[in-house]
């Protein structure tokens, strides 16, 4: 379930990326994040087939939940650095702005003092 939830996340935000016309929103890197991600699962796939050859093919229930939990899990965790590496890159300069309004609406209060 790892495997499936990061593919279809990388795929998603890939297509979101290439239908794009900028990448002002680092889309890029966000998709490489998962691309990463999936093929890390990937691998580990690969070494729990070795390890298990047929029982691979019917898990139980529970280690589908727990799997489908840390999948998602990635994802957030991707999501969460992909907003900070925005918020400290500021594309588009919001946060600039907004600090920038913060100081001097906190500049206008201490003249008025």
């Known amino acids: 379930m790892t495997l499936l939830i990061s593919v279809f996340a ?22 490489l994040m998962y691309w990463g991600a999936s093929l890390m699962w990937f691998v580990d796939a690969i070494a729990e087939y070795i390890e298990l050859e047929a029982a691979y093919f019917t898990p139980e229930p529970v280690d589908m939940l727990n799997d489908s939990f ?6 957030a965790l991707g999501l969460v650095i992909w907003v900070v590496r925005l ?14 309004r913060t ?3 906190k500049e206008a209060e201490l003249e008025k003092e």
Do not use: C, H
Request: aromatic content about 4%; charged content about 25%; glycine content about 8%.
């Open 10 to 31: 990388a795929v998603a935000v890939t297509v979101k990326w290439y239908k794009r016309e900028n990448d002002d929103m680092r889309l890029g890197s966000l998709a």
């Open 70 to 75: 840390l999948g998602l899990s990635v994802v």
């Open 87 to 100: 918020l400290i890159a500021d594309p588009k300069g919001v946060v600039k702005k907004s600090l920038g």
């Open 103 to 105: 100081t001097r609406a």
